[in-house]
């Protein structure tokens, strides 16, 4: 009854029209990419702008109703979608487009807007975007900030956070938290919008971000090697990093990962088959080859047979390929585990061996694949063939990343997938402290219930 | 009577020869570098170390006694002096630094160690730091990281807050956060080191921080030149940051501050007299002129009256000084009130022709100097002959920059100083936001009272 009384207020701020209960029009909005994550939704809403969100969401604490706040649906630790009968908030039709600071490098965004668009819209103005990943077409900004989504650039550009310049974001009460202003650089008083950047959607929802844009490289050069392990990668990437400033990407995919590719590409190797393979791109004004020739050779990686080297875009995309299907070449082959994890890049070397012994011990017969981030040890641990509902092997590979120094959560979030897991990489004052903030901002606890956190609270209450 | 106790379990906590409670000794740590900000303390309180500095806050705060945090007291906002009776926490006997993870690009140091030291210790292994402000030998890395200090190199690699890997800090109860592990990328949760960032020691203690550090570049090149108005200047950065990834500084000066700084020196102004002088620096790999002629002859400033440059660091040390030695100079003639705001680009000419009027109108007679960071359109508003209690000069500035949308505090915080006007930068929701923060991790006050919020509470309770 409560429930119904919520929903036709919900109804008169947004339209009933946006206001999905029938279970046909949910479907969509409670399954994610990934498929390993779904459930079901009292309720989809799709406010136009934050004045609607914001009274939704004014509606939804005073009557203490959870909330997931979903942008895009590509997220991989089920960050986004709902278990039990929440209320899902689509930040989709957030849509708005401002170039009207594009002179001093910054874009302004409605939460739902594509990194695709915000590439394009950069591109139109000789600027470019800091921030890259593979699902670029489908991938919200609001879900990118809410999880400081990280890809293929962090090592020149950083994260999702570094491009923040400010943000609106509205708070569980319904009120609106808009900082910054026009200037550049404002220091007065707590980063409320650093505190927001992934946070997971559990502190506020993102509705609108002013966006740093970056340099538009003219040339770049994208090239593959094989090593024959981590720690000649890692030594590679360090010498490259001291010797130019144009290293813009540096990848790792193992020989597993590269067969599943292959296979789904109808393709082979570019490069004569290794144990591992390097994929990096540099870019610059001009001459974006200068200091890596002689970076291969000083590293011993300049036979021809084992290097690949692509100056045009075409032969640039092609090489990419190999990195960027390989997430959906696995999702052909079945639901698999993902685990995103940090490794210190001094040990990336010997995780990479342990990871797949612990997983085979724990789950003999399965496959494991190993690909990711070199420069920031970043590593996509993707195992095939496991129950998806048996988490032993996530359990035993993170408990492999803690023992191993690393963190449990590189650039994906923690979701509901590996809350249980949070004390491997937070310390009981970290977590004591961030459960404050989370209950001085969201007392009724309605943003996001059961992410983050280990709670077995969710759903309408 | 409960202080005589507090004190004595501090002395233990610390030993009493690290307990200063005789006015002469106190001295040194009741002013700072301004002049502007005095004040008294019950005690000055150096620990050694991380633990013996959580013991003295588990204590302060049990006894509910007010503390101010304390670096380098290089501050310019009076964030980092007592005014009536506090305890204070000195930070600079955490001098440890430790460069086992050199090879990664990172540096560990405690919050006592200076910028100069980081410089040097990063310079020693090829790397360079990439924050830069005039008063490195003196300001701490903790002092710096409280209040996200900018400097000189904001355009090319951000404030410090792009520079913190990780930090530990003690909570306000005396708890020590303590983040970030060894991995480069780590997204497990809220990002409390960014939250602690700019608080300006109201949150907590920064003992250690983990730095990142930014590649050396073996070339640069410095130039000065004149410009008839702000405006010209912002369109030539402008122009320059397209033209090439290589400009590192963007700083400029009016003409009455390069009239002091002369003087000061003993010396004349490097090019032919000018409304605005501009000072640029641009570093790379080789050839740091790239693209930096083109963009001065677009800018309609390549007549070489108008135009000093600098290849070799003496003659660039020899530029520099005409921009860092403002502040030297300017205390030389007197205590100024010293604002420093940030404005949009698009409006600092503007704010440029009225804070002079505003000022003049406000308190007739005086001497208005302006000099900053052209790249973020921060202003360093420093007004020379008015009384240092009116602050009635302050607020007709502060209210300038308010309506002009700028914001009061661009990178030396809020401090004391501005308190009282933090809403003409913050909304209401913001503020309400950050003390809901403040609350729940310092219910008892006891971190740096009367700074940053508004509040006549300070001293022992």
Redesign the interface.
Known sequence: MDFANALSEIERAVSSAQVLTSADLRATYEIDWSRRWKGNASAVVRPANTDELSAVLAVCNRFKIACVPQGGRTGLVGGGVPLDGEVVISVQRLGSISTSEI???IVTVGAGVTLGEVQATAARS?WDFGVDIASRESATIGGMIA??A?GMK?IRH??M??QVASLEVV?ADG?????G????????????S??M???EGT?GIVTEARLKLV?Q?PSSVVFLVGVDNLAAGVKLV?TL??A??SLESAEFIDAASMDVVCEFLSSTPPIQRSRWYVLMECA???DPL??VNEALTRSGLDDDSDTAVAMESTSQRNLWQYREQITDAISCLGIPHKLDV?????RLDEFADQVVKVVQTTSPGVTVLLFG?L????VHVNILGADPDDESVDDAVLQLVAQI??????????GRA?ARW?DL???A??????R??K???DPHNILNPGV?FPSHVSGVR
């Open positions: 002179d001093s490098g000789g999880t400081n990280g962090v950083g994260q956070r570094a708070l009120s609106v938290l808009k900082g202003g026009a200037s550049l650089k404002d220091n007065a008083g707590f980063d409320l650093q505190l950047i992934g946070s502190l340099r490289m360090g990093r001291r130019t400033e610059a004004d001009a200068r200091g940090g490794i210190p890049l001094a981030h420069g920031e040890g970043n120094g690393g963190n449990i959560a590189s650039e994906h979030g923690v590996k949070l990489s937070r310390t004052t970290e977590i004591r402290t961030m404050e903030i209950q001085a901002l983050l």
